[in-house]
């Protein structure tokens, strides 16, 4: 039921962040039971025999709590005696007191000043979390920048982008903790028991295994995908252009050196062509055509080539040439042969260069005029 309570306090504590309401239990003051309030301030300086539900912009308990306290709000203090436990959640949380049972916490930034006791438990999420004091039982943290300056009676588990064991730390018992770098413990610090380190998930992404494999795998779908794409341009041709396939393909064959020299001079022209036309203003969304059409065309070219080899090929078995077939083995051949490092990538080169100039090469001519 707290728990729940502790939820509710939490999702509607924004309401009463806009309330100027000063709400104060005075030092002299006992309250019997439960103690409720809402409002802007909230101090609780008397004594309370029940448990502290309150939502306020800023919450002080600096009295004696014979509950427990469950609290939320932009800001929270507590100062003074929980003999219960402390369920809070704020942008800033300050434990200055002594909680006899546990301490769970959620915030932006939280601390545990040097008189702070807790005689249980400790969990702690936030951005920065420093925790001073001494807590009796175990502490485990989750945040982006962690110190510890206290004492720990038993054992410490962290997660953190950053952790910091300071000089008079004392652990009872082990201290196992997650994070992007090995945290820095100073050598004067005890730790009863062992230290555990394990790189974050983050770190295992970005520097492990997992580095790797994501690499790996991306590399492997850009390939597939490639390969793909380079298939469906091959099987456009072979059904919607099949006269501009054996246009080109027949250049490839009775002109092969031609069209590797020509693809070297479009290479040099072209972007040139199209940096004067960008610097006109006529001429700008022609070059933005051109440059579309070019990266395209780079890119589609070595399918020709392709065709080309495996036409060869196919013809010496007496099976048919421009095929979906062909088409398919010689591209399995053709991205297994690029993975070879700079043998692929000059292979990748010559069969662009050379799709390139047979294309242009194998350019219907133009009828003169009469």
Not at 24 to 53: M, N, R, W
Not at 246 to 275: D, M, N, Q, Y
């Amino acid at each position: 039921m707290r728990k729940v309570l502790f939820l509710l306090l939490f999702c509607f504590s924004h309401l009463a962040a806009a309330d100027d309401e000063y709400i104060v239990l005075q030092e002299e003051q006992v309250h019997e039971g439960d103690y409720f309030a809402a409002g802007g301030t909230i101090e609780v300086s008397g004594t309370v025999k029940g448990d502290v539900y309150v939502v306020g912009s800023q919450i002080i308990v600096d009295g004696h709590v014979l509950g427990s306290v469950i609290a939320t709000g932009g800001s929270v203090e507590i100062a003074g005696t929980v003999d219960g436990n402390v369920r809070i959640a704020g942008g800033q949380i300050e434990i200055n007191g002594t909680v006899g049972r546990n301490v769970t916490a959620i915030g932006g930034n939280i601390q545990f000043v040097s008189k702070t006791l807790v005689g249980g438990n400790a969990v702690l999420t936030g951005g920065i979390v420093d925790v001073s004091g001494q807590i009796k039982g175990d502490l485990t943290l989750s945040a982006s920048n962690a110190r510890l300056l206290g004492d720990v009676g038993r054992n410490v588990h962290a997660y953190a982008g950053e952790l910091r064991v300071g000089s008079k730390v004392d652990i009872g018992g082990n201290l196992d903790y997650s994070s992007s770098a090995p945290a820095r413990i100073d050598s004067s610090a005890r730790i009863g028991g062992k230290v555990t380190y394990e790189p974050s998930v983050i770190t295992e992404v970005f520097k492990g295994k997992w580095r790797q494999g994501l690499i790996f795998g991306f590399r492997l779908t850009g390939i597939l995908m490639n390969f793909a794409f380079s298939f469906f341009i091959g099987a456009l041709f072979l059904r919607l252009f099949p006269k501009k396939l054996k246009r080109t393909l027949e250049t490839l064959k009775s002109k092969p050196g031609k069209s590797f020299w020509v693809g070297v001079l479009i290479l040099v022209l072209l972007p040139v062509a199209c940096l004067l036309l960008f610097i006109t203003i006529l001429g700008f969304p022609i070059a933005l055509v051109l440059l579309a059409i070019s990266l395209l065309g780079f890119y589609t070219a070595k399918i020709f080539p392709i065709f080309w080899v495996s036409n060869a090929f196919l013809s010496k078995l007496n099976l048919k040439v421009n095929s979906l077939l062909g088409l398919a083995i010689g591209l399995i051949i053709f991205f297994l042969l690029i993975q070879i490092p700079i043998f692929g990538s000059l292979l990748s080169s010559a069969f662009t260069l050379l799709g390139l100039g047979a294309l242009f090469l194998s350019r219907p001519a133009r009828k003169k005029s009469k």
